[in-house]
């Protein structure tokens, strides 16, 4: 499936599924909080259907690696057209994972943002319960074993990725980012998504669950925080670019 057939999909199941509408507004809110007050442009890696500016980010532009109805421009996010520290943030959603060479899209977040800028992304997080739940219901490929830091040629299309680089590169190998790029500074970690979400059937599955039963699972999900390393299928990584 191409990318534009992609999104076509995912913008009927957004109007289709009140929970899923639900889940990814709370996370863009939470991605929009952690903006850098740094004067400079924002800008999202990877915008898909552009809901990003329903929940206040009206000031972001909306870019994606191919034309799309729902973009304002074409970005390569290992080759960003923007002079160095003319940035303000990044931001990405389900974006990270599917980049086949992370070292030069971290080289380019270090030249394009300016001191104080940040990279902020939400991406799947791959613990004991989500791993093989990912494999199993998930069409992505999700690989443990992959270097978290090498070029992936299995990764030929924007549609194609690895599900577990988030938790690869930003937590079982945190201290090898740390001194690969010392220009970044791991401002947050967070694991998050324990029941609704996978609960919701996300874009493609079918819901588990009717939409009264949201509001006490979300009840669930925040008395689950202790058990994060365990239960976890998503993660907020916000990097900073130090001075």
């Not at 259907?49 to 909306?62: A, C, D, H, Q, S």
């Not at 057209?81 to 977040?109: K, Q, S, W």
């Not at 039963?213 to 990097?239: E, S």
């Amino acid at each position: 499936m191409d990318l534009e057939a992609a999104l076509e999909e995912q913008a009927r199941a957004w109007v289709e599924r009140p929970i899923v509408r639900e889940l990814y507004g709370e996370w863009y809110r939470t991605i929009l909080s952690r903006l850098s007050p740094h004067p400079g442009r924002t800008i999202e890696l990877g915008s898909g259907i552009g809901k990003l500016r329903e929940y206040g980010g009206e000031r972001v532009l909306l870019t994606d690696v191919e034309p799309t109805r729902w973009a304002d421009d074409v970005v390569d996010a290992m080759a960003m057209p923007y002079d160095d520290g003319t940035l303000a943030n990044i931001v990405m959603l389900d974006v990270f994972h599917h980049l086949p060479d992370p070292v030069r899209f971290f080289h380019e977040a270090i030249r394009t943002l300016a001191p104080g800028g940040r990279v902020i992304m939400i991406e799947p997080y791959c613990s004991p319960i989500s791993t093989p739940l990912y494999r199993w219901f998930h069409h992505e490929r999700t690989d443990l074993q992959a270097d978290p830091f090498g070029l992936d040629a299995s990764i030929g299309s924007p549609m194609e990725s690895n599900q577990a680089r988030a938790t690869l590169v930003f937590y079982r190998h945190r201290r090898e980012f740390d001194r690969r790029f010392p220009d970044l500074n791991i401002r947050e970690r967070r694991r998050f998504a324990f029941v609704l979400y996978p609960l919701s059937g996300g874009f493609t599955r079918p819901a588990v669950v009717p939409l009264r039963l949201a509001g006490p699972l979300r009840l669930l999900d925040r008395a689950l925080r202790p058990l994060a390393p365990l239960l976890a299928f998503r993660c907020l990584i916000v990097l900073e670019r130090r001075s």
